[in-house]
T-cell receptor
Framework: DQQVKQNSPSLSVQEGRISILNCDYT??????FLWYKKYPAEGPTFLISISSIKDKNEDGRFTVFLNKSAKHLSLHIVPSQPGDSAVYFCAAQAAAGNKLTFGGGTRVLVKP | EAQVTQNPRYLITVTGKKLTVTCSQNMNHEYMSWYRQDPGLGLRQIYY???????DKGDVPEGYKVSRKEKRNFPLILESPSPNQTSLYFCASSLGGVVIPSTGELFFGEGSRLTVL
């Protein structure tokens, strides 16, 4: 039973447009959420995070939105660039937990 | 350079032949963990360690062993590999606990692709 789900396995977007990646979770104990980015033949790297006390966190072109009532978060990339082409993983952690639970990933392709 | 180093990066082996994937970090991190990545399933935690001599099971520990004798090293041992352990493996570390809200970072190695025939 996947507690963190990314229902879109892939996304294609034109350069300069917005990329929106979605993530749903089921565990109400999760209170910290992260996005990781992964290029081929490399390990995932941290991108942006959000605590459950917030509903938005912004870092340059990347913004994460959290809707606790819907148990849903999203990552917006504006504007999208070809270098953003990668697999993006959503992850969640409970305050008392010792692990990150990851979603299945969304492959993003930004076309020039 | 701060990094998590895994070896080997690629390995093809046969069923039942014991193997070890090494992991070393140079950041003095207390927390280390192993994940496997499979298509559509994302990253699933195998084992983790909160500190030296402290290890615990993750979500998919069956068929794996770990040890944490030194702070910097966290090897993953497959005593009798089977084809269902064919996967991409990642070692990761963080300063304390899983994540520190101020940094939010878990540092990953580059991955070890294992094929068990």
């Amino acid at each position: 039973d996947q507690q963190v789900k990314q229902n879109s396995p892939s996304l294609s977007v034109q350069e300069g447009r917005i990329s929106i990646l979605n993530c749903d979770y089921t565990n109400s104990m999760f209170d910290y959420f992260l996005w990781y980015k992964k290029y081929p033949a490399e390990g995932p790297t941290f991108l942006i995070s959000i605590s459950s006390i917030k509903d938005k966190n912004e870092d340059g072109r990347f913004t994460v939105f959290l809707n606790k009532s819907a148990k849903h978060l999203s990552l917006h990339i504006v504007p999208s660039q070809p270098g953003d082409s990668a697999v993006y993983f959503c992850a969640a952690q409970a305050a008392a937990g010792n692990k990150l639970t990851f979603g299945g990933g969304t492959r993003v392709l930004v076309k020039p | 350079e701060a990094q998590v180093t895994q070896n080997p990066r690629y390995l093809i082996t046969v069923t039942g032949k014991k193997l070890t994937v090494t992991c070393s970090q140079n950041m003095n991190h207390e927390y280390m963990s192993w994940y496997r990545q499979d298509p559509g399933l994302g990253l699933r935690q195998i084992y983790y360690s909160m500190n030296v001599e402290v290890t615990d099971k993750g979500d998919v520990p069956e068929g794996y062993k770990v040890s944490r004798k030194e702070k910097r090293n966290f090897p993953l041992i497959l005593e009798s590999p089977s084809p269902n352990q064919t996967s991409l493996y990642f070692c990761a570390s963080s300063l304390g606990g899983v994540v520190i809200p101020s940094t939010g970072e878990l540092f990953f190695g580059e991955g070890s692709r294992l094929t068990v025939l």
